[in-house]
């Protein structure tokens, strides 16, 4: 009962204070957008006042969520910011864009939109309680016999008349308030609450994505795989044969030329092998499941072909499939920068975000210009990192820099 009351207390105070904030919020977000509109072409001043105001659409909805799950303890799930998944030049206002029209968006702004209303009639609802409350304790406690009933009436009436309407007026408006927070109460999870359809859906095609992408990954790796055998370790183990054939040919002949066949078949083996152990490092590094990340990453960044700064502040393992995505990610981007960007110089950085998760930034200082093609190594570690259910984003402007964010769920 009396946690009841305490919440039904709690929700009254918020309507109140939304009655008065709300619609100065709601006001200035207008207010944003108008100008904005108008300053269009005011040398790029409208386009910054519009980017505020798409801005605003996630900021007030995950402080109306925010602020319902507290107060009224309902299961809404934290949403991280929609973003584009564009990797091209289009990717800033497309996400500006995705903030408009992100449905759980304009949910919650629509609930600050009616919760706002609520609080304004909650507001005159209280004002009634107080005057009424006020004008029976005056006429209760005043001097005289006769009162004059305003502003209600117009007429005057006996002393008790007078007081039992003030108190009326009271209790009508304490039960208006509490009628209005029956109904935040009631309106928050139908406007805030995913329904539990709209979530098994939303898990399903998250997970029929997520496979998409994890076929799409080990469609880009097997390649890779391929192309390596076929192109460095098989044409070698070729060459190890015919030159053991030539060897054992010139044996009886030739014993010197035979002893130096084999001595270049023995090479080309060692050869052999070390290209296998690149390969399987690729893979999937001994040292990654043996030390963790930290570890992986610092002998990645010394058999690097250019100097990487390394600063990786994790202070706990990962699961082992997020290891190795973030592994794969931060090599194939070391990779293609020594190969294709001509940088000199590259940065990793590795931090934890809340929410359980693991960033990381791999930027060069290479001449830019890369692009997420079809079967493509950007493609691969995209591919993989959604398999691994994080985001990826690219950004590579002609003349550089490219810079790669990466983002996994830690699940340690």
């Given at each position: ?65 925010s602020r319902v799950a ?12 929609p973003r584009s998944t ?268 809340p929410g359980n998760m ?55």
């Amino acid at each position: 009962m009396t946690r009841r009351l305490g919440q039904t207390l709690a929700v009254a105070a918020h309507l109140a204070a939304l009655g008065l904030c709300g619609p100065l919020v709601l006001a200035g977000l207008v207010s944003l957008v108008a100008v904005g509109v108008a300053g269009l072409f005011a040398a790029g001043f409208g386009v910054l006042l519009l980017a505020l105001a798409a801005m605003s659409f996630w900021w007030l909805a995950w402080f109306e969520e925010s602020r319902v799950a507290g107060l009224l303890g309902l299961d809404i799930p934290e949403r991280p910011m929609p973003r584009s998944t564009r990797t091209d030049w289009v990717r800033v206002p497309h996400t500006l864009w995705v903030q408009v029209t992100d449905r759980a968006n304009l949910r919650s702004l629509l609930h600050l939109v009616i919760v706002s209303l609520l609080g304004l009639v909650t507001l005159t609802m209280l004002n009634v309680a107080v005057t009424g409350a006020t004008y029976a304790v005056v006429t209760a406690v005043g001097p005289g016999d006769g009162v004059f009933l305003a502003p209600w009436f117009g007429i005057e009436s006996g002393r008790i008349a007078a007081v039992g309407i003030g108190v009326g007026a009271t209790l009508l408006g304490l039960a208006a308030v509490y009628v209005l927070t029956l109904v935040h109460r009631s309106i928050s999870p139908q406007l805030l609450v995913p329904s539990r359809e709209a979530e098994l859906t939303r898990r399903v095609e998250s997970a029929t994505q997520r496979r998409h992408e994890a076929m799409r990954a080990a469609e880009v790796e097997r390649t890779r795989i391929e192309r390596d055998l076929h192109d460095g370790v098989q044409p070698r183990l070729v060459s190890v044969g015919m030159t053991l054939g030539m060897a054992r040919a010139k044996l009886a002949s030739d014993p010197e030329a035979a002893a130096a066949l084999i001595d270049e078949a023995h090479t080309s083996t060692k050869a052999a092998i070390t290209e296998l152990r690149q390969l399987a490092r690729g893979i999937h590094p001994a040292v990654l499941a043996d030390r963790g990340l930290d570890a992986a990453l610092s002998a990645l960044a010394a058999r690097s072909h250019i100097p990487v700064h390394l600063d990786v502040r994790l202070s706990s393992r990962c699961t082992p499939e997020t290891e190795a995505a973030m592994y794969f990610a931060v090599a194939e981007s070391l990779t293609n920068a020594a190969k294709h960007s001509q940088a000199a110089s590259a940065r990793v950085t590795i931090l934890e975000r809340p929410g359980n998760m693991i960033w990381a930034r791999i930027e060069d200082d290479g001449q830019g210009g890369a692009r997420r093609l079809p079967g493509g190594g950007i493609d691969g570690v995209a591919n993989r990192v959604a398999a691994a259910g994080g985001t990826f984003s690219l950004t590579s402007p002609p003349g550089g820099p490219t810079t790669i964010e990466v983002s996994l769920p830690c699940a340690s």
